[in-house]
């Protein structure tokens, strides 16, 4: 089935340091693919999308473009805040699944000041 | 506009007990889904409403668990009764029919432990 993987954390970075969380897919279709955040005490939050191969979504200075070559959908940020510090999802859906989500396990982002 | 909220925040229950989780959905979202996290995994969908009806429940683990949503609006998913291995965090989301899968709103979830 499709599946998602992220790179394990916790990850810890000093604020103004730059950011990858590596995520890579396994769909049997055309995925459409996201990044979603949960900051403390909140639900989760649309960050970012793509939905074809090659685009890049963009939100609050994160980035993430989809290549299906290395059907990977990595997460940057050239310069993260304290307030970035969080837990991040990377997901998938495609017309397997009709609308529903498959998620990442999820990496939690510590930002010390 | 209020988001989706989810009530209780916390529950804590021993096995065997039943527990019952509830979701209210933004208003006028007629697609209802509910996601759980079990022991910092995954998020794995459990299922999706399309207002009363249920569209696809085949994220459900079991028949211990059942979910409602009863005149389309909020939902409540029960486990009954309630195992171990059902400890997590329940997510609830909603999106409106005629916008694209990209917009789930997704509740602050609710933790489950099973002691």
């Known amino acids: 089935g499709d599946s998602v993987t992220q790179m394990e954390g916790p990850v810890t970075l000093s604020e103004e340091a730059f950011l990858t969380i590596n995520c890579t897919y396994t769909?049997?279709?055309?995925?459409?693919l996201f990044w979603y955040v949960q900051y403390p005490g909140e639900g989760l939050q649309l960050l970012l999308k793509?939905?074809?191969?090659?685009d890049k979504g963009s939100n609050k200075g994160f980035e993430a473009t989809y290549r299906k070559e290395t059907t990977s959908f990595h997460l940057e940020k050239g310069s993260v805040q304290v307030s970035d510090s969080a837990v991040y999802f990377c997901a998938l859906t495609t017309a397997n699944y009709g609308q529903n989500f498959v998620f990442g396990p999820g990496t939690r982002l510590s930002v010390l000041p | 506009e209020a988001g989706v909220t989810q009530f209780p925040s916390h529950s804590v229950i021993e096995k065997g007990q039943t527990v019952t989780l509830r979701c209210d959905p933004i208003s006028g979202h007629d697609n209802l889904y509910w996601y759980r996290r079990v022991m910092g995994k995954e998020i794995k969908f459990l299922l999706h409403?399309?207002?009363?009806?249920?569209?696809?429940e085949s994220g459900m683990p079991n028949n211990r668990f059942l979910a409602e949503r009863t005149g389309g609006t909020y939902s409540t998913l029960k486990v009954q009764p309630a195992e171990l291995e059902d400890s997590g965090v329940y997510f609830c989301?909603?999106?409106?029919?005629?916008?694209?899968?990209?917009?789930?709103?997704f509740g602050p979830g609710t933790r489950l432990t099973v002691l």
């Open positions: 989301a909603s999106s409106r029919l005629d916008i694209g899968t990209d917009t789930q709103y």
């Open positions: 793509a939905t074809k191969a090659d």
């Open positions: 409403f399309v207002k009363e009806s249920k569209q696809d």
């Open positions: 769909a049997t279709g055309y995925p459409s």
